[in-house]
């Protein structure tokens, strides 16, 4: 055989596959489509044909162990060995079970009657999402939707607001009377649901918790107990299990699409919603979930070998965590007011002398401050000004004979510059100018702009001669010079 023929025979080969392969894929479009159609059955009138748990053999013999069990009172010494090893934990188990197809059967109801109601009442479904809730409100109200008000059993299932809204809506609903269903009244399915929620709830085992691990009853709700026990897979393996994945069982990652999900609080399991952390504010509750995670560890730990038959470690642990919870939930303490320390002034050094009395003389009070600081008693004074009450100028603003009086100068309160500063002064004075019409005896429309004939307007400086002057008899005619040869003028006037 050629290369050719055998590539040749691969090909057919491969489509004799491809062909088999669809074909089987049609036959399972076909079952799977079969299914579908067994599992949805729109035009069953009868509740009963869908929920078949209430009626089933194995519902009624879980029921009636566990009556069987809770009657029965047993001793410590009846279990040994493994916890999982006893009858009365496999019914335990069976229950817990149990609980799960309720729900599942509860559903299955509440889509029933859902289904059916939508046509008298199609609101209520938004209004009441609870299902068990929605089941108890079609039963009260039923085709007569004018109990909505002042209906003291729906007040039981619903709350004031909501009871409002509901009355509102249907009295603007378009839905019409239902007629009595065939084969069935909607009676019948209403209270095989709430007897189902009945069983539910119903206590399933309640000595067997506190039997089989009373430290662990003893900590926690006997719901939520029997919840973890389930979800862990027995005391055993909740004996083994780290405190921190003992915190997270029974959480919820579900979220509803188009949904917001910061409502939904992550990393919380069916210990955060127990009782007992619950009762704490929320900003606690995550802390508290974790000491309880923590403690019912140690409690299932004890309960798997049979160490404290009653349930005195689990009483322990519960009154240590209660214990700490009161610790956070404290006020904090009231921060202490200290008193300033004494300050610690020593005896301060008082100075004398002459020079130290000059100065205080020079920084005292001068004779102007004197008289503005005294008040003539019985007298009203005029206020220096509006915008200051109250504030005068005393002795130094009232009105004498009409005579300037020429203020006194105490010579040792008087401002005093240095010599050299004086001369300083004098200088800048005389060369720099410094004469106006106040310090000058020229008249104050003297300008330094003269009027010529030949340039028209010039700038003129009066003070160019007198500058000249000055610096001609800054040398021997100068107010500050000093006498340099006073010999000389001895002795001419001895000759003389």
């Known amino acids: 055989m050629s290369l050719a023929d055998e590539l040749l025979a691969d090909l057919e080969e491969a489509a004799a596959e491809e062909d088999e392969a669809y074909a089987g894929e049609e036959e399972l479009e076909d079952v799977a489509e079969i299914q579908e159609e067994m599992q949805v059955d729109v035009d069953v009138d009868s509740v009963k044909s869908i929920a078949k748990l209430r009626d089933s053999k194995m519902f009624a013999d879980i029921l009636c162990k566990i009556e069987g069990y809770i009657g029965k009172q047993r001793k410590a010494s009846d279990v040994m060995g493994p916890v999982e090893a006893d009858p009365e934990y496999k019914v335990i188990v069976d229950a817990n079970n149990l609980t799960v197809e309720i729900d599942n059967e509860l559903s299955i109801i509440h889509k029933f009657i859902r289904d059916k109601y ?63 269903l065939k084969g069935d009244s909607s009676p019948s399915f209403l209270s095989l649901s709430l007897s189902l929620s009945l069983c539910l709830h119903q206590p399933k085992g309640d000595s067997s918790p506190s039997f089989l691990s009373r430290c662990l009853h003893q900590l926690i709700y006997t719901e939520i107990h029997a919840k973890i026990i389930r979800i862990a897979g027995g005391l055993t393996n909740l004996s083994k299990m780290p405190a921190c994945n003992v915190m997270l069982l029974g959480a919820q990652r579900k979220t509803l699409s188009g949904f917001s999900s910061t409502s939904v609080l992550p990393h919380t399991g069916y210990i955060y919603h127990s009782e007992i952390v619950e009762s704490l504010p929320p900003d606690l509750r995550r802390k508290a979930a974790r000491l309880v995670a923590a403690k019912c560890t140690l409690a299932a730990r004890v309960d798997s070998f049979h160490e404290c038959s009653d349930g005195k470690v689990g009483y322990d642990l519960k009154e240590e965590i209660e214990r700490k919870f009161d610790k956070w939930q404290e006020p904090p303490p009231v921060k202490q007011v200290k008193p300033l320390p004494a300050p610690l002034d020593g005896m301060r050094k008082k100075r004398g002398g002459r020079r130290y009395r000059k100065m205080k003389e020079r920084l005292g009070l001068t004779e102007i401050r004197k008289q503005a600081n005294r008040m003539t008693f019985g007298e009203i004074e005029e206020d220096a000004y509006q915008e200051d009450l109250g504030f005068s100028l005393g002795h130094l603003g009232k009105s004498g004979s009409g005579r300037i009086r020429q203020a006194q100068v105490n010579e040792a309160t008087k401002a005093r510059i240095s010599k050299s500063l004086q001369r300083t002064l004098q200088k800048q004075s005389v060369v720099y100018g410094g004469k106006s019409t106040i310090r000058d005896r020229s008249s104050g429309t003297a300008s330094s702009v003269a009027f010529t004939p030949l340039q028209g307007l010039e700038i003129v400086n009066p003070q160019a001669a007198e500058k000249k002057v000055a610096e001609a008899n800054q040398k021997y005619f100068s107010n500050m010079a000093e006498f340099l040869k006073v010999g000389r003028e001895k002795d001419q006037n001895e000759m003389h």
């Open 118 to 180: 939508s046509k008298r009442f199609p609101e209520l479904e938004s209004l009441v999402p609870n299902p068990l809730d929605y089941i108890r409100t079609v039963k009260e109200l039923g085709n007569h939707l004018d109990k909505c008000k002042n209906n003291e059993n729906l007040q039981q299932i619903l709350t004031n607001a909501t009871i409002m809204v509901v009355s509102v809506t249907a009295s603007t609903t378009q839905g019409h009377c239902l007629h009595q």
